[in-house]
């Protein structure tokens, strides 16, 4: 009975949420510019399907493209930060002076260089996500334990097969971790370059629905963004629990 409750609760507190939202809107007479009702956003829903699920997949696409560049970059920095401790304190104040900078700031420049259009949405959601990346892997190399290093030297490792047959697969838990954070980061920054500078995309058409003052579309962007991100979401906690299950001693672990 508990785990059928567990399994259902995710959708019975989005189900009562929606319908809490709702009777606010009707009891309150909220007005349609400042927030609409569910059943207005899922009427907008419907009557545009067409563009959202065109500009959904433009979002998902450059989304995706940029988390992959993260991951391929961000997994490579990571084993180089975390290869030396010298490198690790050498270059880890320059990644947290970087991940400082507002990459709002950024995406002007980004069209600038590369013009209105996918790019730099794409080069955005690798900026803004690659950063937890590369710390968590650089972590899982940094904090091996020194008696451990020692033991396996001992036996005549040598540092290559210490980093590749011990460090990089206990880094796996840290790795998926960050990749589940870095999932969602990737589409706020392609949505935060699609508002700037794009064409397409469901940043650009919140914008155009803003403008012309279509809030009930404007919110079924949002609806259809969070549903991408949760469903990737989702799709990287899977992945995280069947390859690092055995990193998990409790069965209660939110990741699972």
Not at 23 to 38: E, G, H, M, W
Not at 47 to 73: D, I, R
Request: overall charge positive; glycine content about 8%.
């Amino acid at each position: 009975m508990s785990t059928t409750l567990e399994r259902l609760s995710p959708w019975l507190f989005t189900v009562g949420m929606f319908v809490l939202w709702e009777l606010v809107c009707r009891i309150f007479k909220v007005d349609t510019f400042v927030l609409p009702a569910p059943s207005q956003i899922f009427q907008a829903i419907g009557q545009y399907w067409l563009p959202l699920a065109k500009n959904s997949f433009v979002t998902l696409w450059t989304t995706l493209a940029g988390f992959a560049l993260a991951v391929a970059f961000g997994i490579v920095l990571g084993i180089i930060v975390g290869w030396s401790r010298t490198i690790y304190r050498g270059l880890y104040p320059v990644m947290i002076g970087f991940n400082s900078i507002p990459k709002v700031a950024v995406v002007p420049i980004l069209i600038i260089w590369f013009g209105i259009g996918v790019v730099p949405a794409v080069l955005t959601a690798f900026l803004i996500s690659f950063f937890p990346i590369v710390v968590n892997v650089a972590t899982g190399l940094a904090t091996m334990e020194p008696e451990l290093e020692d033991v396996l030297r001992a036996l005549g490792a040598r540092k290559l097969d210490i980093m590749l047959k011990v460090g990089l697969p206990r880094t796996q838990p840290y790795l998926f971790g960050s990749l589940k954070i870095a999932i969602t980061l990737a589409f706020v920054g392609a949505v935060m370059s699609e508002t700037i500078g794009a064409n397409s995309g469901l940043g650009h058409l919140m914008v155009q629905a803003g403008s012309n003052f279509q809030m009930p579309l404007v919110f079924a962007c949002l609806i259809s963004l969070a549903v991408e991100g949760i469903v990737m979401y989702a799709v990287f906690a899977y992945v995280e629990t069947y390859f690092t299950r055995w990193a998990f001693r409790s069965s209660m672990s939110a990741a699972a």
